[in-house]
T-cell receptor, first 113, second 114 residues
C-alpha cells in the first residue's frame, strides 16, 4: 500500500532554477496539502486543495505554485528557487471528517545554493 | 487563526519512565481536533493520537495518552514506560472540524537514555 508518495527525496538547485516536487496519493483523499519544515518552526502550510480543480494558499505561499488536476496528484512548483526555500517539504493527504488524521509522504529535502 | 505552542524544545527521559510533552493551543473555532505526530530521525511523520474537542474522555493509544484540559487549552502527550525507540521529535497539531488545515507547534525533541 503506497499511501502518499513524494519524489524526489533529495534535490539540490541553483538559485533561479525552477522545479516541481511531485506528490501522489492512492487513498482517494479529497484534501491534500504541502508543508515546509524548517528547524525550530515545526511545519508550515504552503498550499492546500480540497478537491480536484480547487487550490488555496496557506501560511507561506510566496514563491510556490500548485495545481490539482486529479484527485491523486498535487504537484508543488518552485518558480525561481531562492536560498530561503532550502527546507524539507512534506505532502499530506486526508479524507474529510472530524477525526481523520493526515497521512504524510516521506518528505523532500531541498537545498538551494 | 490558530496557534500551537510547545514550550519544551528538548528533554531527556530515562528508559522505562513516563514523560509528559506540553502543548497549549489557541483557537476561535468552537469545534476542533488535536493531534500528536512523531518524527524519528529518519524523517517520516507518524500519527500517534487524536482528541476531539467534544470528547469527554482523554484519548489513549497503547503507551500514549493525551491529557486534555479544554478550559486551559492544553493537550499534553504522556508517553508511559519510555523506550529507546521513542527518541524522536514530537509535534502537536490542531485543525478545526470545519476544514482540514493542520496547524503545528514547533515540536519537542525527546531523547530516551538507557
Amino acid at each position: 500500500n503506497a499511501g502518499v508518495t513524494q519524489t524526489p527525496k533529495f534535490q539540490v538547485l541553483k538559485t533561479g532554477q525552477s522545479m516541481t516536487l511531485q506528490c501522489a496519493q492512492d487513498m482517494n483523499h479529497e484534501y491534500m496539502s504541502w508543508y515546509r519544515q524548517d528547524p525550530g518552526m515545526g511545519l508550515r502550510l504552503i498550499h492546500y486543495s480540497v478537491g480536484a480543480g480547487i487550490t488555496d494558499q496557506g501560511e507561506v505561499p510566496n514563491g510556490y505554485n500548485v495545481s490539482r488536476s486529479t484527485t491523486e496528484d498535487f504537484p508543488l512548483r518552485l518558480l525561481s528557487a531562492a536560498p530561503s526555500q532550502t527546507s524539507v517539504y512534506f505532502c499530506a493527504s486526508s479524507p474529510f471528517g472530524e477525526n481523520t488524521e493526515a497521512f504524510f509522504g516521506q518528505g523532500t529535502r531541498l537545498t538551494v545554493v | 487563526a490558530q496557534k500551537i505552542t510547545q514550550t519544551q524544545p528538548g528533554m531527556f527521559v530515562q528508559e522505562k519512565e513516563a514523560v509528559t510533552l506540553d502543548c497549549t493551543y489557541d483557537t476561535s473555532d468552537p469545534s476542533y481536533g488535536l493531534f500528536w505526530y512523531k518524527q524519528p530521525s529518519s524523517g517520516e511523520m507518524i500519527f500517534l493520537i487524536y482528541q476531539g474537542s467534544y470528547d469527554q474522555q482523554n484519548a489513549t493509544e497503547g503507551r500514549y495518552s493525551l491529557n486534555f484540559q479544554k478550559a486551559r487549552k492544553s493537550a499534553n502527550l504522556v508517553i508511559s514506560a519510555s523506550q529507546l525507540g521513542d527518541s524522536a521529535m514530537y509535534f502537536c497539531a490542531m485543525r478545526p472540524f470545519a476544514g482540514n488545515k493542520l496547524t503545528f507547534g514547533g515540536g519537542t525533541r525527546v531523547l530516551v537514555k538507557p
